[in-house]
T-cell receptor, first 111, second 116 residues
Framework: LAKTTQPISMDSYEGQEVNITCSHNNIATNDYITWYQQFPSQGPRFIIQ???TKVTNEVASLFIPADRKSSTLSLPRVSLSDTAVYYC????????????FGKGTTLSVSS | GAVVSQHPSWVICKSGTSVKIECRSLDFQATTMFWYRQFPKQSLMLMATSNEGSKATYEQGVEKDKFLINHASLTLSTLTVTSAHPEDSSFYIC????????????FGQGTRLTVV
């Protein structure tokens, strides 16, 4: 599994766009990049997944440069309820293998 | 999306007793489920992989005789913390991968175990 590095914490204010970058220099050809969100005392929740270029859904956008050695999760116009820990995971997740979580980024949104 | 249900959401037990936590995939079949443990302000740590119809695979450092895992059907895995001690107090989370959902993993809501 590719090792990932992301900031330990980030602070933002309501209404701002937040970009969380994840470095994964050793990403393999078959690996996907997946982001999960975890609120306190809850299980992680899938946000977005991508392989290359840009992916957008109703919650976030994921930007992946051509070399795929990093990725950026973009949260548009955050609100207080976006305060959570965000995990970047990289792997191909073959059947029967678990997701391995790194330390994640704690995002704190203030009013 | 697929739903994984965990029960109970929280439990308080006395030292020396055993506690069973259930993990169910509600609308899909999961031949494999995973159990994680999470201490305060730390990341999820994989404890074991639960395989339907066979023995679970435990991560290094996780005592298989203390954390009993049973995966008797394609929709249910159970984790039993035996002879619980205060140091076992933690947040336990299960997960299952829906193969029909492009490798997306779904997580239960977690179980807060407090051993007193």
């Amino acid at each position: 599994l590719a090792k990932t590095t992301q900031p330990i914490s980030m602070d933002s204010y309501e209404g701002q766009e937040v970009n969380i970058t994840c470095s994964h220099n050793n990403i393999a050809t078959n690996d996907y990049i997946t982001w999960y969100q975890q609120f306190p005392s809850q299980g992680p929740r899938f946000i977005i997944q991508g392989y290359k270029t840009k992916v957008t859904n109703e919650v976030a956008s994921l930007f992946i440069p051509a070399d795929r050695k990093s990725s950026t999760l973009s949260l548009p116009r955050v609100s207080l309820s976006d305060t959570a820990v965000y995990y970047c995971l990289v792997g191909d997740h073959p059947e029967g293998t678990a997701l391995i979580f790194g330390k994640g980024t704690t995002l704190s949104v203030s009013s | 999306g697929a739903v994984v249900s965990q029960h109970p959401s929280w439990v308080i037990c006395k030292s020396g007793t055993s506690v069973k936590i259930e993990c169910r995939s509600l609308d899909f079949q999961a031949t494999t489920m995973f159990w994680y443990r999470q201490f305060p302000k730390q990341s999820l740590m994989l404890m074991a992989t639960s395989n339907e119809g066979s023995k679970a695979t435990y991560e290094q450092g996780v005592e298989k005789d203390k954390f009993l895992i049973n995966h008797a059907s394609l929709t249910l895995s159970t984790l039993t913390v035996t002879s619980a001690h205060p140091e076992d107090s933690s947040f336990y989370i299960c997960s299952a991968i829906d193969r029909g959902s492009n490798t997306e993993a779904f997580f239960g809501q977690g179980t807060r175990l407090t051993v007193v």
